[in-house]
């Protein structure tokens, strides 16, 4: 079994109230050096979650020790964070059993930590699978229609890096006027994946809609410095159900 399969990630989570993505990728940043993080979210508040600005969320791991339970090592590895934002570790509850899976966390809700809000605490065996589907408002905070257009890029980013492939995206973000991006590294090149939400056009075609939005993103990422591995569109939700061949 690989080793990551058995690590420990703990998902930090996180509200900044701002428009400004700059402001919410710093944040992010700021994390992943706090936490030596191997995988970031930052994604815009949906305006109908009584959120607003955007969530950042971090993750990092902890691999088991020998013969440690994985009640210990949820524990053990929730541990950094609770000292950091200085919580009570009796507060940390472990859910579940060994038979059929447990993860910890910490109903951190409201939490005023510097500059921003912290509102979860969890850690589960594995991280965010950065293929895996997700929600995305508009980009600019209006609340999504139904017509709308779903866009969900795959970039291969050049670097192993999490805080310089942050930097690295943030030109086909704007590009794409991406409401959720999602950065990952396992021990080699970062994978990120742009989600965006396209109005439709008055008088436009479902099918239209897609032909165009899908040529849209196609011309906007052709001045993309890094390796493109997948364009996915679709209505009304994230539009990937399946591994991008």
Known sequence: MDLRETEVVTRISANIDTDDFAAAAALGERLITEFKATELEICRADPEGGW???SVSVGYRTAPADGEEPAGTLRRAAIPALFHFGLNAEFFEIHGTPETGQYGSYDAYDTPADGYTLYSLMAAV????????????RHDFTPRAETDVISR???YVPTDDLSLAVALCDRPAADLSASLIRISTDAGPCEAVLLSAFPAV????GEEALDRVTNEVTERLSEVSMSVRAIHTGLEDDPFYTEPG
């Open 52 to 54: 607003t600005g955007y």
């Open 126 to 137: 594995g991280g965010t699978d950065p293929r895996e589907p997700a929600y995305v408002p």
């Open 153 to 155: 890029v795959h970039l």
């Open 202 to 205: 008055a008088g436009e075609t």
